[in-house]
């Protein structure tokens, strides 16, 4: 493959990549969203209390998303640790989206419904830059190239396998395919 073809490989995965991330992060935005305005309707809730449950409903949301749509092909080798790590950076995210809330609300008094809906989607967006980092970077990591050459090697050679005459298998495979040694004589 040439450079330039793999270059477009890479932008091709990475550009999937985000467009998988954009639709399950656009479904959370569209929940939390909607739990927010729900909460502050028929609550007496703070602005910013209503905005952090309804960020913590979006990200139990949006961990089903990534995990089983996103990056379902990515290492599902340490679910324990890859949850405790979403969560940790789920939650540096939602301080950026509502300490950008907090900020427009207490500090500027900006706080009717337009004006939270607004700074809540600028909260929402910058965390979101972050959260994408560090969801590929560190949570949902990529297989090592080593155990996805392996993994499909195996495939083939079972597959292979299943094809065969009965007596025939991978150890006549192993003696055909040995290399030929002469010695110079």
Not at 73 to 86: A, M, Q, V, Y
Not at 119 to 133: D, E, S, V
């Amino acid at each position: 493959m040439t450079e330039r073809g793999a270059l477009r490989g890479r932008l091709d995965r990475v550009w999937r990549e985000v467009a998988k991330f954009g639709a399950v992060g656009a479904v959370g935005t569209l929940v939390n969203f909607g739990v927010f305005n729900l909460v502050r309707h028929v609550t007496d809730l703070h602005v910013v209390r209503a905005s952090v449950i309804a960020t913590v409903v979006a990200i139990a949301f949006n961990y089903v998303g990534f995990r089983y749509f996103t990056y379902r092909d990515r290492d599902k080798s340490g679910r324990t640790k890859e949850l405790t790590l979403f969560l940790l950076f789920s939650a540096v995210g939602l301080v950026i989206e509502n300490g950008v809330l907090y900020a427009a609300t207490y500090w500027f008094g900006w706080d009717g419904r337009l004006q939270s809906n607004f700074f809540k989607f600028l909260g929402m967006g910058i965390a979101t830059l972050f959260r994408f980092w560090s969801y590929r970077t560190w949570v949902f990591k990529a297989l090592p190239v080593r155990e996805a050459v392996a993994h499909a090697e195996s495939f083939l050679e079972k597959s292979r396998e299943q094809g065969r005459e009965p007596g025939q298998g991978p150890e006549q495979d192993r003696e055909r395919d040995r290399p030929v040694v002469r010695r110079a004589g």
